[in-house]
C-alpha cells in the first residue's frame, strides 16, 4: 500500500521561493504518475502539477513558469519549487499519487500549508 509523507511548505513573503518534498513508500511499482494539488478555504482541490513516471509534467495555468515539479526516482521522493510566490497560492497542499488501477490521483499525503504574505 503506497504511503506518502510530505515535508516543506510555511510561511513566506510575497515574491519569495518555497520547496515542498513528497516521499513514496509502499507500492511504488503501483504508481504511474505523481502529483501535486492544493486547497484554499472555501474552494475545490485542484491539481497544481503533476509528473509522470516517464517524466512528462504538466502545470495549472496559473503556476506555468513559476513552479516546477520533479522527481528522484532513487528515492521516490517527488518536489514541488516554488517561486514568485503570490497570496493566492495560499492552500494547504496535498501530494498525490496515481494509481495504474484506477487511473485517478487517489492516494494523498497529509497536507502541508503554505501561506504567502503581501
Known amino acids: 500500500q503506497v504511503q506518502l509523507v510530505e515535508s516543506g511548505g510555511g510561511l513566506v513573503q510575497a515574491g519569495g521561493s518555497l520547496g515542498l518534498s513528497c516521499a513514496a513508500s509502499?507500492?511504488?511499482?503501483?504508481?504511474?504518475?505523481m502529483g501535486w494539488y492544493r486547497q484554499a478555504p472555501g474552494k475545490q482541490r485542484e491539481l497544481v502539477a503533476h509528473i509522470t513516471n516517464g517524466g512528462s509534467t504538466n502545470y495549472e495555468d496559473s503556476v506555468k513558469g513559476r513552479f516546477t515539479i520533479s522527481r528522484d526516482n532513487a528515492k521516490n521522493t517527488v518536489y514541488l519549487q516554488m517561486n514568485s510566490l503570490k497570496p493566492e497560492d495560499t492552500a494547504v497542499y496535498y501530494c498525490?499519487?496515481?494509481?495504474?488501477?484506477?487511473?485517478?490521483?487517489?492516494?494523498w499525503g497529509q497536507g502541508t500549508q503554505v501561506t504567502v504574505s503581501s
Open positions: 509502499g507500492g511504488i511499482f503501483s504508481i504511474n504518475a
Open positions: 498525490a499519487a496515481r494509481r495504474r488501477t484506477t487511473g485517478r490521483f487517489d492516494v
